[in-house]
């Protein structure tokens, strides 16, 4: 079984214009996640998939970059254009697994991807991502953070913006000692053959509502399977993330 991280990189951001080529110390912060992602040794290749000739030329003075089209609405329909792609010389399985890396996550671990991959040592996964409990009490109800409930296997049971489960009798301040909550952290992991079905699906009323296309693929009754990480690297949304990345980080 192979796996392939591909990194979907556009340039166009309502919020950060050119985003994946803002500077963070020395390196702009597409270089950083490449470089990050490569050090994870269960990777075969990794690729920045882009539609944008500006960090495609970038990109191709340290790593690997593939063109695909401006009309993607998602980081997964990239990376199933850009999966097909490469499928030829990678000669890519329908089992084979395809990793989907956050292309604003310059400080993710390799320990991280690799715990993603793991998750498919089970061939019964066909999609995979990651959690970790929330510490702060203020990214409980932070809308811009998206939590996750799973079962007792670890299977997703839900996503949202929203504080998952309400605690009734409880005054919210007092959620975050009643129950053990978890953000999501926005990295997956899909078979090939079942990114192609994901691709296909059509918009779904929760995904509509909450602006989360996971919630897609729960409604059509793909099975999600998380594993939880201790690891919590800043993410950079907005320009002003940049001058709130932590001293040592860089």
């Not at 009309?71 to 997964?76: C, L, Q, R, V």
């Amino acid at each position: 079984m192979k796996y392939i991280g591909i990194i979907p990189a556009r340039y166009a951001s309502t919020r950060f214009p050119g985003k994946p080529l803002a500077i963070i110390g020395n390196k702009s912060m597409i270089q950083r996640v490449y470089e990050q992602a490569s050090k994870c040794t269960l990777l075969s290749q990794v690729v920045v998939a882009t539609d944008d000739e500006r960090i495609l030329s970038h990109v191709q003075n340290f790593g690997k970059a593939v063109m695909t089209g401006s009309h993607h609405e998602s980081g997964t329909d990239r990376c199933l254009e850009a999966s097909s792609l490469l499928s030829d010389n990678l000669e890519l399985s329908e089992s084979d697994v395809v990793i989907n890396i956050q292309g604003d996550e310059p400080f993710i671990l390799p320990e991280q991807i690799e715990m993603l991959c793991r998750l498919f040592k089970d061939t019964s996964t066909s999609i995979g991502t990651l959690a970790k409990k929330i510490e702060d009490p203020h990214d409980l109800f932070n809308s811009n953070i998206v939590k996750v409930v799973f079962d007792r296997r670890g299977q997703a049971l839900y996503f949202s913006r929203w504080a998952i489960p309400f605690i009734r009798g409880k005054e919210q301040t007092e959620w975050p000692k009643a129950h053990t909550y978890y953000r999501h952290v926005g990295m997956y992991g899909y078979r090939h053959g079942i990114l192609k079905e994901l691709a296909g699906l059509a918009l779904s009323p929760l995904e509509k509502a909450e602006s989360l296309e996971q919630l897609r693929w729960l409604e059509n009754g793909f099975k999600i399977q998380v594993a939880e990480t201790n690891h919590q690297s800043p993410g950079i949304d907005t320009p002003e993330d940049l001058k709130k990345i932590p001293p040592g980080w860089v």
